[in-house]
């Protein structure tokens, strides 16, 4: 017997009507009761709970991982509400449950969305075994400070690669099908413009102008809707003036109007209720009205909503429909879940992953992440059979914790294996291992161990020193102002340069930092961001040349924090600067009459560049590019056009490229970036090989909100760079033309 799949139509069909149905029956306060989610992070939450539950009063619940409670959790819900109605249990899954993968900023950093995918695969399915059914990640919110502390969870500078990232990662959350065991529903945060935040101060206020808004923080969002994201979480801060949680623009005209999102929107934590911190509302009930207005579907860990919606629908300010599109909102998720057929979590039927796959995604997760951003003379790969010795020192050199990074309230560190572990592990006997920590912590400054520091180095063949900030550094709420190393770290590795050998700076962060203290006394550095479990075996190996280091900056490194925010896709302005137009500030004679010194855009104490460009990463061989081709030197508008490029490992070990595709628009009717990826590829390249990689580049691709911020294609030349970071590459043009007439006037 043929068993009859069923049409998708059809099953919105009958979700539309079941949720219907369940409209009908329902209470005004227990339609509200599904618009609340509250905390259940603690051991005593099922008493505690208990009576909301069976009075319908509650519609999620968050922090709880504690399977058995979960479940009777949901078995309260299920079982003594009177409409039976299952629980979102929700938790931070960041960036890995128990096992834990690089940050989100490091994932980045491996340019590769198929395993982002299998690392929120990972996560998910570890997730659904503790009774979790929804995750509040990616944050594709884009990120151009490296000051404020959730870039480490963002996915970098550039909305293109967030877009195809934070896509990859909602379907590694959300597979085919959400209701296949092992799912979890995802939520895009946060929604919008929270990477703005003035002076990188978490929480700070975000003025962005609506063509920017359109042109750089939305796209991430939009292309997370077009995948089918499960939710959206408004963000802490104004966006011009307007609270995220109260903003109608974002929430109604953006997400509901023009994209058509179904799914739900949950504010961040107590956000609604601190609208009258912003000063937007006057009290609670302000705040419960102007959020639901706005189109906020579900209240996280708040009780605005529970205590005054009631009230404001009964005076007639609030329209019951606003309630109940809110409801339909949040019921048609838990129907997508199959939570009404299948509330509880059964472990025993959720997708097993094996502690080796897991532990191989993230170990590979960790490698690919590593970025070289110096390797003088060549020093790595370190030879085996040149070293009898080796100086192991640094506070974060073994410190399994801290290299898990922010947001790993699930994490194990009894899992991780740390750098020094892991260089242990693959040199065993046969090289000796002279580890001193040298600083309890990174911020440490006392310089007492680093005597034995020095000796240690002295009587090594190399060095490495793991240095970076500890992961309570980054992440929410912790950003700072001056993002260099902390502590003693620079003066640790001046003491350690003097001893004359070989010094390589393994680097463990939550963001970019400012180098430039250290970048000059040491010859090598990896920048490892917080790798997760894996990180220290990743490392090793790199270090020791089984791997060769492939990662791409995410996120461009300043020279100093007054360069802040430098990123590549700038305007080019009315006096772009170049090398020839700059002076440095040690340049300026005394008594110099004032000049206006180039009439060009730059910092007199920094120039115009970043220490290391967004896409730089160095590899353990040379790769050449050649034989740049356009399909055709003119496209019309609904076309496409074919860029085809060979890449060559020039050198004697294979290793894989991330190649890259920039475009520039040359003339417009706003002003437009210098650069915007477009494109990339990884690719493995054997020593010797020659492989030719295309892209397909269609006149959609150059889409762009113009002066009336509409989404407009125009007709004009434009540049086109192909290579292996933002700042180098092979450049051909195009022309795309109206397809009206053939000499492209419209």
């Not at 799949?5 to 306060?29: E, W």
């Not at 609340?36 to 968050?62: F, K, M």
């Not at 009230?311 to 009404?340: C, H, P, Q, S």
Request: aromatic share 6%.
């Amino acid at each position: 017997m043929n068993r009859l799949i069923p049409n998708p139509a059809d099953q919105r069909t009958a979700i539309a009507g079941r949720i219907a149905d369940l409209l009908a029956q329902m209470t005004l306060n227990e339609k509200i009761g599904q618009m609340t989610q509250v905390d259940a992070n603690d051991a005593h939450a099922t008493e505690r709970l208990g009576e909301l539950l069976r009075n319908g009063r509650v519609g999620s619940v968050v922090n709880q991982v504690d399977v058995t409670t979960v479940n009777e959790l949901q078995r309260i819900a299920v079982e003594e509400s009177r409409l039976g109605i299952p629980l979102l249990v929700a938790r931070d899954v960041i960036h890995g449950f128990t096992t834990v993968m690089p940050i989100p900023l490091g994932q980045a950093a491996t340019w590769n969305p198929a395993l982002l995918r299998a690392g929120a695969r990972v996560a998910a399915v570890e997730a659904a075994a503790a009774g979790v059914n929804w995750t509040f990640a990616p944050m594709i919110d884009i990120a151009r400070d490296p000051r404020w502390g959730r870039i480490a969870e963002s996915f970098g500078e550039d909305p293109y690669l967030t877009s195809r990232l934070g896509v990859a990662m909602i379907e590694g959350f959300q597979g085919d099908d959400l209701q296949a065991d092992g799912n979890i529903a995802a939520c895009a945060k946060h929604f919008a413009g929270y990477g703005a935040a003035e002076s990188g101060r978490d929480y700070a206020t975000a003025n962005i102008p609506e063509n920017e808004l359109r042109n750089v923080y939305l796209p991430p969002f939009g292309a997370a809707v077009s995948t089918g994201v499960a939710s959206i979480m408004t963000s802490f801060s104004d966006l011009n003036g307007v609270p995220a949680s109260a903003n109608r623009f974002l929430l109604r005209e953006i997400l509901r109007e023009e994209w058509g999102f179904r799914g739900l929107v949950v504010s961040d934590w107590d956000s609604i209720r601190q609208l009258s911190t912003h000063g937007l509302s006057s009290d609670d009930r302000d705040s419960a009205y102007q959020a639901a207005d706005a189109g906020v579907d579900m209240e996280m860990a708040g009780d605005a909503y529970r205590n005054h919606l009631a009230g404001l629908v009964e005076e007639g300010r609030i329209d019951i429909d606003i309630i109940d599109a809110a409801v339909t909102n949040i019921l048609r998720v838990k129907f997508d879940l199959g939570l009404f057929e299948s509330p509880y979590a059964e472990p025993n039927l959720i997708p097993e992953i094996c502690q080796r796959e897991k532990m191989a995604v993230a170990k590979r997760l960790a490698t690919e992440s590593v970025v070289l951003l110096k390797n003088q003379g060549a020093v790595l790969p370190l030879m085996r059979a040149r070293i009898d010795s080796l100086a192991v020192i640094g506070p974060l050199a073994d410190a399994p914790y801290e290299q898990l990074g922010t947001w790993i309230f699930d994490g194990d560190p009894g899992l991780s294996i740390t750098g020094l572990a892991g260089l242990r592990d693959l040199l065993g006997d046969d090289i000796e291992i002279n580890y001193v920590r040298a600083m309890e912590t990174s911020r440490s400054r006392s310089t007492a161990s680093f005597d034995k520091a020095v000796s240690a180095a002295s009587r090594s063949d190399a060095v490495i020193l793991f240095l970076g900030e500890e992961s309570i550094l980054s992440g929410e709420a912790h950003s700072r102002a001056d993002i260099c190393l902390p502590g003693a770290q620079a003066s640790l590795v001046r003491s350690i340069r003097g001893c004359g050998k070989p010094v390589i700076a393994v680097i463990m962060a939550g963001r970019p930092l400012t180098l430039t203290e250290i970048v000059d006394d040491v010859d090598a550095i990896l920048f490892a961001w917080h790798p997760g479990t894996m990180g220290g075996e990743a490392i090793a190996e790199l270090i020791f040349g089984i791997r060769s280091p492939s990662g791409k900056l995410p996120a461009s490194f300043p020279r100093m924090v007054g360069q802040v925010p430098i990123y590549y896709g700038q305007k080019n302005t009315g006096k772009p600067p170049c090398p020839e137009s700059i002076i440095h500030i040690d340049q300026i004679p005394v008594g110099t009459p004032q000049t206006s010194l180039g009439m060009s855009s730059f910092h007199l104490d920094a120039g115009y560049k970043p220490l290391y460009p967004f896409g730089f990463g160095l590899s353990y061989t040379e790769f050449e590019y050649d034989n740049l081709k356009l399909s055709a030197e003119e496209i019309p508008i609904g076309g496409s056009l074919t860029v085809s490029v060979d890449v060559t490992n020039a050198g004697e070990m294979p290793a894989d490229e991330v190649v890259q595709l920039y475009v520039r628009d040359l003339v417009a009717n706003v002003t437009r970036p210098v650069k915007e990826l477009k494109g990339f590829r990884r690719i493995p390249i054997e020593p010797g090989q020659t492989v030719s990689t295309e892209f397909e580049l269609h006149t959609d691709d150059l889409a762009f909100f113009g002066r009336n911020n509409t989404l407009i294609v125009e007709p004009g030349d434009f540049h086109l760079w192909v290579g292996g970071a933002s700042d180098s590459g092979l450049r051909a043009g195009f022309a795309l033309v109206a397809k009206d007439s053939p000499d492209g006037a419209a």
